[in-house]
């Protein structure tokens, strides 16, 4: 049995433990935020603000970091949904969750 806390988070895959730290830096004095390495992948995991603002806040925090990276896009998942958020601010539905 599961309990729903009310804590929403947003999880951003990253491509290795290296831009993980990096984005948990970039985060950490704003947002919540920790690292997870897992067998399927490193995330940032951030809790979700519930006002769509904070989140727009969030995404664009996000994209900032991201214009500066070597990869285009970082799929994330937030809200049940998963997406990914391309280096030019663009978000579309994933066709996979990044925490499958």
């Keep these: 049995m599961s ?3 009310g804590v929403k988070t947003a999880a951003f895959q990253v491509p ?3 831009e993980g730290s990096a984005l948990l830096e970039f985060l950490r004095l ?3 935020a920790w690292l997870e390495h897992r067998a399927d992948g490193t995330f940032v995991v951030v809790l979700a603000p ?12 996000v994209e900032e ?3 500066c990276r070597a990869f285009l896009a970082l ?7 998963a ?6 601010g663009s978000i ?8 499958d």
């Design 16 to 18: 290795d433990l290296v």
């Design 50 to 61: 519930e006002r769509p603002t904070g989140l727009d806040a969030l995404l664009g925090a």
């Design 65 to 67: 970091w991201l214009q």
């Design 83 to 88: 997406f990914v958020m391309g280096r030019d």
């Design 3 to 5: 309990v729903d806390l």
């Design 92 to 99: 579309a539905p994933s066709p996979r969750s990044p925490l």
């Design 75 to 81: 799929p994330f998942h937030v809200d049940g949904g």
């Design 30 to 32: 704003a947002w919540g």
